[in-house]
C-alpha cells in the first residue's frame, strides 16, 4: 500500500475515499473503510492541535494504521499533516480544496459522529447535500449493546483488558520500541528481559502481566511473557517498564526494535516477600503464556 502526504496527492482518477481519524483501526473504523480504495487520515491527531490538553493516548501509530489499513485491501493512505492552519480550514474549504481539488472524490465515506473544518462545524448531512460525490454515511457500530469507540478501547487497554479490546479492534493491540537497557534484574532471577520505556503519546496496558508475541529481526517471532509495571518487589528507583521474557531465546536486543502484540492479561503486579517466591510465580506465568499463545495459534 502506497502512503502519501497531502501535497504530493494528484486528483488522476475518482477516488472512493474513507475519511477519519481512525486510531486503532476498529471493527467500526473497518465498517467505514469497507468498499474503499483510500483512506484520508490525520497525523498528528487533530486533538491534538486544537485541544492539546484533551489529546489522548493513541492506540495505533501512524506505521501501524498504515498496516492495518493495507490488510483490508485498501490502496493507499493520504495522511493530512494536520497542524494549526489547516485546523483554520472551513468545512466548506475542506470539501473543495482536498475532497474534490486534491482527491477527486467520487465516493465518501464517513462514520456518523465524523466532523471537520474550523470549530469542527461539518458534518455528514453538509457532505450528503453535495452533488460532485456520493456520500455514504456509517452509523455507529455496536457490539453486545455498546458503542465501539477508540475511547472506550482506550479504557480496555488501560484497565489490562487486552482480550477485549482486541475482540473490538479485529486485531489485537501492539506496542513496539526501541530495547533499552534496566537493571538486569531479570538475568539474575534466571529471566532474562527485553525492557522498553513506555511513550507518553501510547496506550499502554496497565500494570499486569501478559501473554504476549513478540517480533523482532534478530529472532522473527517468539512467544513472550510480559510485565507492566514498577518491580515493586525490588526499591529499583525506576518509573514504568515494559519488561518482555522471550521464551527459548537467549541474545542481546539492546538498541533494536521490538514489537509485542498483547493475547490476554495473566495477573496483576504484586509484591513478592522475596525474589525465590517471584520466581516461581514466573514460572507459572511462562507456563501459561505457552499455553494461551498455543491455543491462538
Known sequence: MEVIRLPEVQPTRARSVAVGTFDGVHLGHREVIAGSDSVLTFEPHPVSIVAPQHTPKLLTTLERKAELVAELGVGELIVIP?????????????????????????????????????????????????????????????????????????????????????RLLGADFELSGTVASGDRRGRELGFPTANIVPEETRACPGHGVYACIARGEAFGERVAAVSIGVRPTFVTGRGELIEAYLLDFDGDLYGSELRLRFLARLRGERRFEDPDALVEQMHRDVQRTREIAAGAA
Open 82 to 166: 494536520f497542524d494549526a492552519d489547516f485546523a483554520r480550514l472551513s468545512a466548506r474549504e475542506f470539501v473543495d480544496d482536498v475532497l474534490v481539488g486534491a482527491l477527486g472524490a467520487g465516493r465518501v465515506a464517513v462514520g456518523e459522529n465524523f466532523r471537520f473544518g474550523h470549530k469542527a462545524q461539518g458534518d455528514p448531512s453538509l457532505l450528503a447535500a453535495d452533488e460532485r460525490f456520493r456520500t455514504v454515511v456509517h452509523p455507529l457500530l455496536e457490539v453486545d449493546g455498546e458503542v465501539v469507540s477508540s475511547s472506550h478501547i482506550r479504557g480496555l487497554v488501560l484497565a489490562g483488558d487486552v482480550a477485549e479490546a482486541n
